[in-house]
């Protein structure tokens, strides 16, 4: 800790942060995109006698990241946030990867839920709570949330590169305060 205060050349407390909901709902939101994602990917190699479990705690996970989202969304429009300093177009692309990053975090769960109910599965959370179906089953609209669903995954996977790019190049070369902002 006393390295990193003399790297940042005062205290930990001198860094701009984001209030303390935001950033822990962003390692939240973080941790569980790390483990839907790659398990949502798995669904397609693993055996018919388990796929429904894998489908069950994917979207449950989903399921969770949206309403985590909302509420993330929530606080961020009636709170602040620091302010981000550097070059106009590091700000707009900063801001722009961000937006999409939230956009992203809710078209992927929301379209992957919508599919599963249009494929005929009505979500039945972590096993435990049923959610109601807002549609029935009907594969033309399945298919088609399904390809969004899944076009979804891949832009946000996308995204993240960018983020965590990001995070890199702010804390590696540049060596400024961005990282500590969110920790």
């Known amino acids: 800790m006393a390295e990193l205060q003399r790297e940042l050349g005062g205290s930990l407390g001198s860094v701009r942060r984001y209030p303390a909901r935001?950033?822990?709902?962003?390692?939240?939101?973080?941790?569980?995109?790390?483990?839907?994602?790659?398990?949502?990917?798995?669904?397609?190699?693993?055996?018919?006698?388990?796929?429904?479990?894998?489908?069950?705690?994917?979207?449950?996970?989903?399921?969770?990241?949206?309403?985590?989202?909302?509420?993330?969304?929530?606080?961020?429009?009636?709170?602040?946030?620091?302010?981000?300093?550097?070059?106009?177009?590091?700000?707009?692309?900063?801001?722009?990867?961000?937006?999409?990053?939230?956009?992203?975090?809710?078209?992927?769960?929301?379209?992957?839920?919508?599919a599963t109910n249009a494929h005929g599965f009505p979500l039945k959370w972590f096993g435990l709570v049923p959610i109601w179906s807002p549609i029935g089953k009907s594969p033309d609209v399945a298919a088609t949330l399904s390809t969004i669903h899944q076009w979804s995954a891949w832009i946000l996977l996308a995204l993240f590169a960018l983020h965590f790019a990001a995070v890199i190049f702010h804390h590696v070369i540049r060596r400024d305060e961005t990282l500590y902002r969110i920790l």
């Open 22 to 114: 935001l950033r822990l709902l962003h390692w939240i939101i973080a941790g569980l995109v790390l483990a839907t994602w790659p398990l949502g990917l798995m669904i397609g190699f693993v055996k018919d006698a388990v796929k429904l479990d894998f489908y069950t705690v994917h979207e449950s996970l989903g399921f969770l990241v949206l309403w985590l989202m909302l509420v993330r969304i929530g606080s961020r429009l009636t709170g602040t946030i620091p302010a981000v300093n550097g070059p106009a177009l590091e700000r707009l692309v900063a801001g722009l990867v961000h937006g999409l990053l939230y956009v992203f975090l809710v078209v992927m769960p929301v379209s992957g839920f919508l």
